[in-house]
């Protein structure tokens, strides 16, 4: 996570680590169990009804997924969707491969 352009890695509140760009949360870790994704809840039902991720484990209400890491397979997942996140939290005009992409 932290090679991608403006994400921080920081201690998170309630244990693990979290990553940021700016003030905004991309996804936190709990250890190597368990990876929580912040999406609106229209996104968060597509993930769960695809099988792509579960409600969170603490805000099944919220637009938060988890991702439970059983097997390498989910930590693909995880890692596709923590890219999601980022994806979806960067600012229209941003730095992707060295090259100024700006929203038209």
């Known amino acids: 996570m932290q090679?991608?352009?403006?994400?921080?890695a920081s201690p998170h509140?309630?244990?693990?680590t979290e990553y940021r760009l700016d003030r905004r949360e991309v996804g936190h870790v709990h250890?190597?169990?368990l990876v929580d994704i912040p999406f609106t809840k229209n996104i968060r039902e597509?993930?769960?009804a695809s099988?792509?991720?579960e409600r969170h484990h603490i805000l099944p209400d919220s637009g938060w997924v988890s991702v439970y890491l059983r097997e390498s397979a989910d930590v693909d997942r995880a890692i596709e969707?923590?890219?999601y996140s980022y994806e979806r939290t960067r600012p229209p005009?941003?730095?992707r491969n060295n090259v100024v992409i700006t929203a038209s």
């Open 3 to 8: 090679a991608l352009p403006g994400v921080a």
């Open 13 to 16: 509140r309630f244990g693990g």
């Open 31 to 33: 250890g190597d169990s």
């Open 46 to 48: 597509e993930l769960v």
């Open 51 to 53: 099988g792509r991720a």
């Open 81 to 83: 969707l923590l890219r």
């Open 93 to 95: 005009d941003a730095v």
